[in-house]
């Protein structure tokens, strides 16, 4: 049966038409990535959930699309927050780069790409690109609207945080991963940190790192300085009784799985 023989978009023809037939009807439904605030539950808009089969391009297909500025005027959703998804866009990009041959010197675009994920998969495997963040039509900046300080973090927090008398809820430190620059981070921003701040470190699993491979003349970062500073300031922090430590790894000697690199997460002890 059609929808009161209205008529629908069909992607394989690119033009409407009456020639399908539904194959389930689930009814109106809210967007499902419509992140809602507590105060806005109930009052959020519902749409046609119905799946459709076109006949003449033979193609399974949804009656309605929400519309592009409903979705993306405010999209909260990012790719890289799921495991799993990374995961399954490493071994995309790695059946890519087998199937199709790819050399590191082809030009590899990335469409409607949410927040890059499936480009970091790439850089992974060896690929490299020019970074845009920094300008002013970037993605990031034009989407998400972050205030960005071209600085070093040290310059930064001496002149921008110190001097507004800045405080800080939470703090990713991923910036210099050597052993000072890291240990510099922290010591620096741990100072500025709200009562109840957390504080994350990216790449502190020594044991992913150790047996990091790469291939003979491979440029790729040095990432150990993170790990050694993690080391270092489990002790000396529990001494101090004032942070908890909190390490996420995953690292297995042997895994057929994309495994991270490591993460800690640092929060300050309540006051006895």
């Known amino acids: ?9 069909s992607l394989g023809e690119n033009e409407f038409t009456t020639d399908y037939k539904v194959v389930l009807d689930l009814g109106e439904q809210p967007w499902g990535n419509d992140f809602l605030l507590e105060e806005q539950v109930g009052k959020e808009s519902f749409y046609p959930l119905k ?20 979705m993306f005027s405010n999209h909260t959703y990012l790719s890289g927050m799921t495991k799993s998804l990374q995961s399954h866009f490493y071994n995309t990009a790695k059946e890519n780069l087998e199937d199709l ?13 949410n927040d ?32 960005f300080i071209n600085s070093t973090t040290e310059d930064a927090f001496y002149n921008f945080f110190v001097k507004r008398d800045l405080k800080i809820d939470y703090l990713h430190i991923d910036a210099d991963h050597t052993y000072e620059g890291c240990q510099l981070d922290f010591d620096l921003y741990s100072t500025i940190m709200n009562e109840n701040g957390i504080i994350s470190i ?3 699993d020594s044991e992913y790192w150790d047996s990091f491979q790469t291939y003979e003349g491979e440029p790729h970062d040095i990432c150990t300085g993170p790990s050694r500073v993690v080391s270092d300031l489990s002790f000396r ?11 996420l790894f995953d690292h297995k000697e042997k895994s057929d799985k994309v495994t991270s690199s490591g993460l800690t997460l640092l929060r300050r002890k309540d006051e006895v």
């Open 1 to 9: 049966m059609t929808l009161n023989n209205m008529e629908v978009y």
């Open 51 to 70: 799946l459709i089969y076109c006949n003449k391009p033979q193609l399974l297909q949804l009656s309605y699309f929400v519309p592009k500025e409903v």
């Open 101 to 113: 041959n790819l050399s590191f010197d082809d030009v590899i675009v990335d469409i409607g790409g």
């Open 116 to 147: 890059g994920t499936q480009l970091l998969q790439y850089k992974k495997l060896g690929f490299n690109g020019e970074v845009d963040w920094s300008d002013e039509d970037s993605f990031l900046r034009e989407k998400f609207n972050p205030k």
């Open 202 to 204: 990216h790449d502190t």
């Open 237 to 247: 922090l529990q001494v101090k009784d004032e942070w908890e430590v909190f390490n």
